[in-house]
């Protein structure tokens, strides 16, 4: 039992294609996904500290660096099937434990169990960092999303995927850190020319509206 088994599955991050099953002008793995994410959670980070915020960099940087590591397990699940119901959802969240802690105490020695515990289980809580971690995760997709967006992707979902992104954002909005992406780094975005745009935008306004009537 050693650390080898863990150090392949970063291998197999490279190879698992997010967002399956849909056409795309630009492929995307896991593993960059996860870099991206990091990258993203540093930006929230920094802006969090200007604000006042203390930030656990160590804990950060685990959480978003590992937090799919599991998809080596199950892979990424096709969007619509991933949020079909909850019911399902909490199904293959079981599963991914599951798999996580057979892996974890055959794989890990036990000098490092715990530490892989903290590592590779949901990093998605009430703690700043995991809150930084939620919204960097879901500011990597709109980006991705907006990517094919821009270059005319016919594919519904990535739209479906933006606004999603958008609204579980906003969710976040007591973080100093999502007021300054919307201020500043959401319009700079939005300010590309793009074929449908001003459909694209109408149908976000439209979903932003929805949200407060809901609220």
């Known amino acids: 039992m050693g650390l ?19 056409f795309k002008h630009t492929e995307h793995t896991v593993a960059a996904h996860s870099f991206r994410v990091a990258s993203i959670a540093q930006v929230l980070g920094d802006i969090e500290e200007a604000n006042g915020q203390a930030i656990d960099w160590k804990l950060l940087y685990e959480k978003s660096l590992n937090h799919d590591y599991t998809e080596r397990f199950i892979g990424d699940i096709k969007t619509p099937v991933k949020y079909a119901n909850k019911e399902l959802r909490g199904m293959l969240h079981t599963v991914e ?39 960097a995760d879901k500011v ?28 579980t954002i906003k969710e976040f909005d007591h973080r100093p850190s999502v007021n300054y992406f919307f201020d500043f780094i959401f319009p700079e975005l939005l300010n590309q020319e793009f ?13 932003l509206q929805r949200k407060k009537r809901t609220n």
């Open 4 to 22: 080898n088994e863990y150090l392949l599955g970063l291998n197999n991050l490279e190879k698992i294609i997010r967002a399956p099953g849909f």
């Open 97 to 135: 434990e599951k798999m996580t802690d057979e892996f974890i105490n055959q794989e890990i020695p036990t000098e490092f169990q715990e530490i892989y515990r903290r590592r590779l289980f949901e990093g998605k809580d009430d703690t700043i960092e995991g809150e930084l971690l939620a919204i």
């Open 140 to 167: 990597d997709l709109l980006y991705e999303s907006f990517d094919e967006i821009s270059k005319n992707n016919p594919e519904k979902v990535y739209r479906e995927m933006f606004i999603e992104s958008i609204l």
């Open 195 to 207: 074929f449908g745009k001003e459909e694209f935008l109408a149908d976000i306004s439209a979903a």
